[in-house]
């Protein structure tokens, strides 16, 4: 079984740049999770998709957006890059949408914005 | 708006003994799921230990177990017999249950050293 993989492993942009990663699920998981984790601090939550939609959004601005494909891998694209977007940003999976099931994580992409 | 708050940020434990990190957090939602995560040091975050807020009982998997003191709004975590592997950053985490999907709100963190 094949765990959440990430793409790439780090990253370096410049100011108003834009960027996409990228998360492959674990396999029959059909949930994926974006959080962004500022050096020293926890994950904040960016989005959720189910099923290619759009199932929850945390306080993040449009210019953070995302896509799921078919095989539930999924993007998180982010425009008009600012300093503060430097950061770990981990992709997660999970099955379903009830809160309690466990969300297995990646080992994030690396992004330094210059 | 719900708030976790990981007071510790770094604890250290002698190998083979016991510790216990702490968090609190803040809600008005009588229902609801608490976490503690580790990120080891290769960054990829694994969930350790999960409780639901109805239930009483707190929690336990293997050395790993929690003080859930739901009137407090605290959730700890004791490591029992500490092995050099638990060294990592262990972040406790807040979940709604009716939430629009995972929105998880993250503590700060604790960074963990085991001395041998």
């Known amino acids: 079984e094949t765990g959440v993989t990430q793409s790439p492993t780090h990253l370096i942009k410049t100011r108003g740049q834009q960027v996409t990663l990228r998360c492959s699920s674990q396999s029959g998981h059909n949930t994926v999770s974006w959080y962004q984790q500022a050096l020293g601090q926890g994950p904040q939550f960016i989005f959720q998709?189910?099923?290619?939609?759009?199932?929850g959004r945390g306080n993040f601005p449009p210019r953070f957006s995302g896509l799921q494909f078919p095989n539930y891998s999924s993007e998180l694209n982010v425009n008009a890059l600012e300093l503060d977007d430097s950061a770990l940003y981990l992709c997660?999976?999970?099955?379903?949408?009830?809160?309690?099931?466990?969300?297995?994580f990646g080992p994030g992409t690396r992004l330094t914005v210059l | 708006a719900q708030t976790v708050t990981q007071s510790q940020p770094e604890m250290s434990v002698q190998e083979a003994e016991t510790v216990t990190l702490s968090c609190t957090y803040d809600t008005s939602e009588s229902d609801y799921y608490l976490f503690w995560y580790k990120q080891p040091p290769s960054r990829q975050m694994i969930l350790v230990i999960r409780q639901e807020a109805y239930k009483q009982q707190n929690a336990t998997e293997n050395r790993f177990s929690v003080n859930f003191q739901k009137a407090a709004k605290s959730f700890s975590l004791k490591i029992s017999d500490s092995q050099l592997g638990d060294a990592a950053m262990y972040f406790c985490a807040y979940r709604r249950t009716n939430t629009g999907g995972f929105k998880t709100i993250f503590g700060a963190g604790t960074r963990l050293f085991v001395k041998a």
């Open positions: 998709y189910y099923r290619e939609e759009e199932n």
């Open positions: 997660a999976s999970n099955v379903g949408t009830s809160g309690y099931n466990e969300q297995f």
